[in-house]
């Protein structure tokens, strides 16, 4: 599975942005994706995830009210709006997916994912 992500740029504070992954290769075998962050110094923080098949979705607490996961399934790709923007979401952001969902919490280590995008940088001016 490869994963490509775009979207990302310069907004200021108040703005929004949509980031997209695109999913190639074995796409039927992926559960579930996610986006992850990591800012400079910062280890990488989980952001949303989204379950493949049912669209069900799961926010870290800065993220609710603000960000929109969501997937299309016939494009295998995954989007992240962003709304309300705050200096505070300056990072680059990356794209995951895994294969195998074990039930209870959803995953927030970035261990939990078996597939990576390469990044993309969003900075946020205040």
């Known amino acids: 599975v490869q994963l490509q992500a775009s979207g990302g740029g310069v907004v200021q504070a108040g703005g929004s942005l949509r980031l997209s992954c695109a999913a190639s290769?074995?796409?039927?075998?992926?559960?579930?994706m996610g986006w992850f962050r990591q800012a400079p110094g910062k280890e990488r923080e989980f952001v949303a995830g989204v379950m493949k098949s049912s669209g069900k979705s799961y926010y870290i607490d800065s993220a609710k009210g603000r960000f929109t996961i969501s997937r299309d399934v016939a494009k295998n790709t995954v989007y992240l709006q962003m709304n309300s923007l705050k200096p505070d979401d300056t990072a680059v952001y990356y794209c995951?997916?895994?294969?195998?969902?074990?039930?209870?919490?959803?995953?927030?280590?970035?261990?939990?994912?078996?597939?990576w995008g390469q990044g993309t940088q969003v900075t946020v001016s205040s």
């Open positions: 290769g074995r796409t039927g075998s992926i559960a579930y």
């Open positions: 995951a997916a895994d294969r195998t969902w074990y039930g209870g919490n959803w995953p927030s280590n970035p261990r939990q994912y078996d597939y």
